[in-house]
């Protein structure tokens, strides 16, 4: 068709990446009705032969189109639109909540946000980094705004290598490569490791950015049951053996999205196990700054002697998220990989903030800022643990996290996360369900609450509110089983 000889991507000026760019072409002519419902789209090798780019980002486009129901595929057939343009308006008019997009929740104005795990933006340090952005400017002039190597800037490498000391993880400057936030971290590790059918071992539940990476490389994901201390180790060697990964991903330390923290005694069998059958391992350091009282909360890398660990540590989740930095300490064996994907990805990332970055750790602030949002998430830590304890149903399962902002629950059967969600939003609460955690979307009992963009007063009003209505829940399935039980049919 004509029409997608006339679409153009920026792949120069534009900071989206292409296969956002393309999915919001295609979703513009689906709704201008330009594509109508049984429209066939190109295959993937033939649009990405006429755009000029690589497969994965055709599929991630058109994976994205499919989840929001704007396009299906027919196995050995292609992709086709789903809606015409008036059926879709109607679809969305439908919805009485907020729709739940590849894990972004749509929030009302004045919604309580259990669902963010990003912390809210009073507590950024602005005036601090406005004082050091201004100073490399005065500095560095022009030369500010110039490309960096693909590795990083060398002075904040340095800085990094200071910083992970006191982690007691010894690296080199060499190994160590700044990414764009940990999502890119985790997106060149893919490019450059994984290959179409390649396994991937994740935790079950976990992040579901890490999820559509991997599935975008066209890997197969195995997960592994989450216990109380970390990965079961039985089911990681026995899936090790049965499918031979080329990396396994984890986030020891307040997992997302349980809270879970790995005791040290896992934490070491999980090495020897990587040991034994030679296994990469992606250590995701989502938020181990934010600890309130957990003794074993070291990196897997500290203790890493072989040197099977891709660290990942991303300073914008508890910085300024919009800035996206953060490194991987890489090992040896596959830098190369690593730094060519880098390199294709975006080039080098933002010189400007790399020396700000370099300047906040070198004069100790970053330090300083972690102790001021410690204090901050102790106190909605603390009234989060209070409230539950005042409000949550007993029949609600939850174990306390030792840091971080995410607290993990589960309902009674057959009570459904998704349900609840649909009606906490009605009365402006929203939290983030189980499903879209999990590989497949059966569990559906869990789900999370997250204390980071939630203020303290906020806290105490919106888990009364929930629990309210778990509590009601709970009273209307108890009523439905007492009428059930109370008749035998007779045959």
């Keep these: 068709m004509k029409i997608f000889d006339e679409i153009k991507l920026d792949k120069d000026g534009s900071s989206e990446h292409l296969y956002i760019q393309l999915y919001k072409v295609l979703k513009a002519l689906i709704m201008e009705g330009k594509l109508k419902k049984g429209d066939r789209l190109p295959p993937i090798r033939k649009l990405s032969e006429l755009l000029k780019v690589n497969n994965v980002t055709i599929v991630t486009s058109y994976r994205m189109l499919e989840e929001e129901k704007l396009v299906y595929k027919k196995v050995g057939s292609g992709t086709y639109v789903a809606l015409n343009f008036q059926n879709h308006e109607n679809f969305f008019q439908e919805q009485k909540t907020p729709l739940i997009d590849q894990g972004h929740i749509q929030l009302e104005e004045n919604a309580i946000n259990f669902a963010s795990a ?27 705004f110039g490309y960096q190597e693909s590795q990083g800037y060398y002075p904040l490498r340095v800085a990094i290598k200071e910083y992970v000391a006191t982690y007691k ?11 764009s936030g940990a999502q890119q971290g985790i997106d060149i ?11 991937v071992m994740i935790e079950g539940p976990s992040y579901r950015g ?4 991997f599935e975008s490389r066209g890997a197969k994901i195995i997960d592994i049951p989450l216990e109380k201390d970390g990965l079961s180790l039985q089911d990681l060697e026995k899936k090790i053996i049965a499918y031979q990964p080329k990396f396994l991903y984890i986030m020891p330390n307040f997992q997302n999205p349980t809270g879970i923290s ?16 030679n296994l990469l391992i992606v250590e995701d350091d989502y938020l181990s700054d934010l600890n309130f009282c957990n003794d074993e909360n070291i990196t897997l890398k500290s203790l890493d002697h072989k040197d099977l660990v891709i ?59 972690i102790k001021y949002m410690s204090t901050q998430y102790m106190e909605r830590f603390e009234v989060m643990v209070e409230s539950l304890e005042k409000y949550m149903p007993q029949e609600v399962q939850y174990s ?21 969600y649909e009606i906490a939003v009605k009365q402006q609460i929203v939290f983030a369900p189980g499903h879209l955690f999990f590989l497949s979307s059966k569990e559906g009992s869990y789900f999370r ?7 303290v007063s906020e806290i105490e009003y919106g888990i009364k509110k929930l629990s309210g209505l778990i509590n009601e829940l709970i009273r209307k399935q108890n009523h439905h089983s007492d009428q059930t039980n109370g008749y035998t049919p007779i045959l």
């Design 189 to 199: 590790i893919a490019k450059g490791l994984l290959n179409h059918g390649d396994y």
């Design 449 to 455: 609450l997250s204390t980071a963009a939630v203020t």
């Design 400 to 420: 306390l996290p030792t840091g971080g902002v995410n607290f993990w629950f589960k309902l009674p059967e057959p009570l459904s996360s998704k349900e609840l």
């Design 118 to 144: 990003t912390p809210s933006t009073d507590l950024f340090p602005v005036d601090d980094f406005k004082k050091v952005l201004n100073e490399v400017l005065d500095r560095d002039k022009g030369s500010a």
């Design 210 to 213: 890490a999820m559509a990476v």
């Design 311 to 369: 660290y990942i540590k991303s300073f914008s989740k508890i910085f300024m998220p919009g800035l996206r930095l953060g490194f991987l300490i890489v090992p040896k064996l596959i830098y190369k990989e690593v730094l060519l994907a880098k390199h294709t990805t975006d080039i080098s990332t933002s010189g400007l903030l790399q020396r700000a970055l370099e300047l906040y750790l070198k004069r100790g602030i970053w330090q300083q800022h």
């Design 262 to 277: 790995y005791s040290l005694e896992k934490k070491k069998k999980i090495l020897k196990i990587a040991e034994k059958y």
């Design 169 to 179: 993880i010894v690296t080199e400057i060499s190994n160590i490569q700044i990414i």
